[in-house]
Nanobody, 125 residues
Framework: HVQLQASGGGSVQAGGSLRLSCAAS????????LAWFRQVPGKEREFVAH????????YYGDSVKGRFTISRDNAENTVYLQMSSLKPEDTAVYYC??????????????????WGQGTLVTVSS
């Protein structure tokens, strides 16, 4: 049984920083590729960042490149999303996602079988 628990959301002013965490529990989580997506009401879930199970494959959505950094700590079974230079348009519910091994369609929610509950990030201008 796999569970993902996201945390770290909150309210911040534009230009500020936040770090999201997502703790994975269950079998063989070290073989997980992990990702962050975000969603605002009325819009599709948007790809934010992905880190492969080896830690070597890292990808970012165009809107967050250069501002967000994804990382993982296999000893803690946790993936992080460091968000800097936040903008009001970054306001969304952020979800962590996971699945085993390499994921070819890492940019699509369909690539992941496991999802966390979401954490709200609000950026004010």
């Amino acid at each position: 049984h796999v569970q993902l628990q996201a945390s770290g959301g909150g309210s911040v002013q534009a230009g500020g920083s936040l770090r999201l965490s997502c703790a994975a529990s269950g079998r063989t989580t070290s073989r997980f590729s992990l990702a962050w997506f975000r969603q605002v009401p009325g819009k599709e879930r948007e790809f934010v960042a992905h880190i492969g199970w080896t830690g070597r494959d890292i990808y970012y959505g165009d809107s967050v490149k250069g501002r967000f950094t994804i990382s993982r700590d296999n000893a803690e079974n946790t993936v992080y999303l460091q968000m800097s230079s936040l903008k009001p348009e970054d306001t969304a519910v952020y979800y962590c996602a996971a699945d085993y091994w390499d994921i070819s369609n890492y940019y699509s929610p369909n690539g992941y079988a496991y999802w966390g509950q979401g954490t709200l990030v609000t950026v004010s201008s």
